[in-house]
């Protein structure tokens, strides 16, 4: 599916989206319109946030605004610049289903919460979870759960697997697998290492499969009566939920993906004055998280999240609160290695962010000189909180402080929350005496892993 479009109506050639693009697929000759290359493009967005070429209904006339906002199956309250690099907008899909007599429930990425307040003018990076709960519930969604939740069961999982490769003489280096972007650039340029990807599925793909087999039960519901709307940061996850194989439920498992943008135009076709509204909570049990969750929206953070658990793993102790903070892992250079002892064990773990930078490290694997057990990659510049589905920032001048600003919140919120590891949370607690029995056990891999291309798997 084609998920990023450059409008060559629109499109000045000026070739700034290319310099941002992390794997070379924007051609075309200077000051003429520019072409993805579909096969390479990941769908990171970054050129949809770096493109400054618009149309806007002041200077270009309504007749020809309204039909490139029909093109981009934008709202009709929509009346902001459009630019020339685009995705294609599914709230269309949404506004169809709120009035339906499906059983709606939403979900978002911990990134949201530290960016959809600056569409409401407020300042870069306000942490507003409570009023993101609080606006979702005003929309009309039967449950608002949060993806918060998965990405504490992806902790579980993937920790687990993590420990059976160390121990167990599996494939290492094991590489994370919540960024959809860096999953098609592995699956597309180097398919014959997807061995070293886990196999657990992203948060917003096991959210999927819980809320509609788990959360049916739960709320004594029909699956096919489920309709799951997941906001995200990032563009990449519309392409993520449409793959073939994302059915594990028996249904679509999640129905579609919308970025932070497009929940801020849901907000204000609803009249939803945002900056007002309370702070209330996520629906219990599948929107409850850890600290450990909310830091997968930075670089670095689902490895720190990873090591939290992987530690009680491990060892069978609790980190105490002065440990869990582990700051080796923190920081947003393109590629850190850090070695992390673990009990008797000394874990060397790898974070990499920005696609741009991952050259060397295949290389690397390619030469089986890779010396680490665990490494994050993040496809956008600074992991999630710089998505390409994130707010707009059209002045450059705002980037660092923007991306700044999401980073602080989210470890603040980290802090602040009563529980900071993934498998203290309560809700994934009952989740697995109630319904999955055992992280990596055969529910589990039916549900919540799947297969690569290249890795012998059934793609
Ligand atoms: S898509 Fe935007 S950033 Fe890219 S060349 Fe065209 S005008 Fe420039
Ligand atoms: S979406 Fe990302 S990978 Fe695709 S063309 Fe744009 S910058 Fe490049």
Redesign the pocket.
């Known amino acids: 599916m084609t998920v990023i479009t450059?409008d060559k109506d629109?499109?000045?050639?000026?070739?700034?989206?290319?310099k941002v693009c992390p794997v070379y697929a924007?051609e075309?000759n200077p000051h003429e319109?520019?072409k993805i290359i579909e096969e390479r493009c990941v769908n990171c967005g970054q050129?949809v946030q770096?493109?400054?070429?618009y149309i806007s209904l002041v200077d270009h006339g309504a007749e020809l605004y309204a039909q490139k906002r029909a093109e981009r199956r934008l709202p009709e309250t929509v009346t902001e610049p459009l630019?020339?690099?685009y995705n294609v907008c599914h709230l269309d899909e949404v506004i169809a289903a709120l009035k339906s007599s499906k059983f709606t429930m939403i979900m978002a990425a911990p990134a949201v919460r530290v960016a959809i307040a600056e569409e409401f003018g407020m300042p870069l990076g306000s942490l507003t979870p409570g009023k993101m709960a609080a606006a979702m519930r005003r929309i009309g969604f039967k449950r608002v759960y949060d993806t918060n939740w998965s990405a504490d069961l992806t902790i579980m999982e993937e920790g687990t697997e993590l420990v059976k490769r160390v121990t167990g003489g599996g494939v290492l280096p094991m590489f994370t697998s919540c960024c959809p972007a860096w999953i098609k650039y592995m699956e597309d340029q180097h398919p014959n290492l997807t061995k070293h990807l886990s196999t657990c599925r992203s948060p917003q793909q096991m959210s999927g499969p819980m809320y509609k087999t788990y959360g049916a039960q739960l709320n004594k519901v029909d699956p096919k009566d489920i309709y799951l709307v997941s906001v995200m940061p990032c563009t990449a996850k519309q392409f993520e939920c449409s793959r073939p194989e994302m059915n594990s439920s028996g249904q679509r498992d999640v129905d579609v993906a919308i970025t932070t943008r497009e929940l801020a135009y849901l907000i204000k076709l609803f009249g939803i004055d945002f900056a007002a509204l309370p702070d209330e909570e996520f629906d219990l049990p599948l929107g409850d998280y850890t600290g450990a969750a909310t830091i997968f929206g930075v670089t670095g953070g689902v490895m720190e999240a990873a090591l939290r658990t992987g530690y009680t793993l491990i060892t069978g102790k609790e980190l105490g609160p002065k440990d869990v903070d582990i700051q080796p892992v923190r920081g947003t250079e393109g590629f850190r290695t850090a070695d992390i002892k673990v009990g008797d064990l000394t874990l060397k773990v790898g974070i990499l962010t920005y696609l741009k930078n991952i050259d060397p490290v295949i290389e690397k694997l390619e030469a089986g000189t890779l010396d680490l057990h665990f490494v994050e990659v993040m496809s956008c510049p600074e992991g999630c909180v710089s998505g390409g589905g994130q707010p707009k920032l059209v002045l450059d001048a705002y980037v660092p402080e923007a991306y700044k600003n999401r980073r602080e919140a989210t470890f603040v919120h980290d802090k602040d929350l009563p529980k900071r590891k993934s498998h203290e949370n309560p809700a994934i607690k009952k989740t697995y005496d109630e319904f999955l029995k055992e992280p990596c056990g055969e529910k589990s891999h039916h549900l919540l892993h799947t297969t690569y291309k290249g890795s012998g798997g059934h793609h």
Do not use: H, N
Request: proline share 5%.
């Open positions: 450059i629109i499109c000045t050639g000026c070739q700034e989206c290319a924007i075309g319109p520019q050129c770096k493109c400054k070429s630019f020339a690099a």
